[in-house]
Structures are given as C-alpha cells and as structure tokens.
C-alpha cells in the first residue's frame, strides 16, 4: 500500500518544483540575453571589418591612379604591398573574432557555473528543510 503524502510534504515538494523551475527560467533567459548579446558583438565586428576593407579599397584605388604612370615593376610593388595589407586586415580580424569567443565563452560558462551552483545550494536548502520536517 502507498503512502499518502502529508500536506506540508506536497507543498514542499510544490515548492521545490517551482524554485527549480524559476531557477531552470533565468538561466534560460540568461542564455537568451546573452545569446543576443553576443550576436550583437559579432554584428559590430562584422561591420567595422566591411567597413575596414572599404577604406583599404579606396585607398588602393586612389594610390593605383597615381601610380598611372609608373614602371610595371613599381605597379606590382604597389600590388603586392595591397596585397599584404588585405591580408592583414584578414588576419587581424580573425584574430579580434577569436578572442571574442574567448570571451563569449568564457562568459557562457561562468553563467553556467552560477546557475549550477544556485541549483546545488537550492537542493542543500531543501534537503535542510526535509530534515526539519522528519525532525
């Protein structure tokens, strides 16, 4: 035969469904924020980058009209200096782009570990309340 539940036992264990369930909903909602955040700063580097490469562009275009009258080795000179800087900018913003998920993730886990050290001391505070209870 089953034990029936004592009133203060299903509110405790009602109570402990909805603190975990709050707790579950925060970091959720965290996750979201963060999520948003983050694509946010993806977006602003994106766009700086576009923004970098232009300028890049433009100065080339306008030193290669200068460079009209130049011999074809000066001209190649000056390709090749483009060239570098192009692939500069690459790699610095491969660069900036990695640090960023550093960053992100580092800030992910660390939500993460404040979630899941929230949960233990809610599931600490509960088994202390079972034992007051069971006395």
């Known amino acids: 035969m089953a034990q029936e539940a004592t009133p203060a ?11 975990h369930a709050d707790v579950e909903r925060r970091h959720v909602d965290d996750h979201a924020r963060v999520s948003q955040e983050h694509l946010a700063d ?10 970098e490469h232009t300028a890049l562009a433009d100065q080339h275009v306008a ?15 000056l390709s ?3 060239a570098a ?10 660069s900036e782009l990695a640090w960023m998920e550093v ?13 899941a050290l929230e949960l233990v001391a809610q599931e600490r505070r509960h088994a202390q309340d079972r034992q007051r209870q069971h006395g």
Do not use: C, I
């Open 9 to 19: 036992a299903v509110t405790a264990g009602q109570r402990h469904a909805v603190d």
């Open 42 to 51: 993806h977006e602003a580097l994106y766009a700086r980058h576009g923004n």
């Open 63 to 77: 030193e290669h009209d200068k460079a009209a009258d130049a011999t074809p080795t000066q001209k190649a000179t």
């Open 80 to 82: 090749t200096r483009h």
């Open 85 to 94: 800087q192009h692939v500069w900018l690459e790699l610095r913003h491969a």
């Open 103 to 115: 960053r992100h993730a580092g800030g992910r886990l660390g939500m993460d570990r404040s979630h």
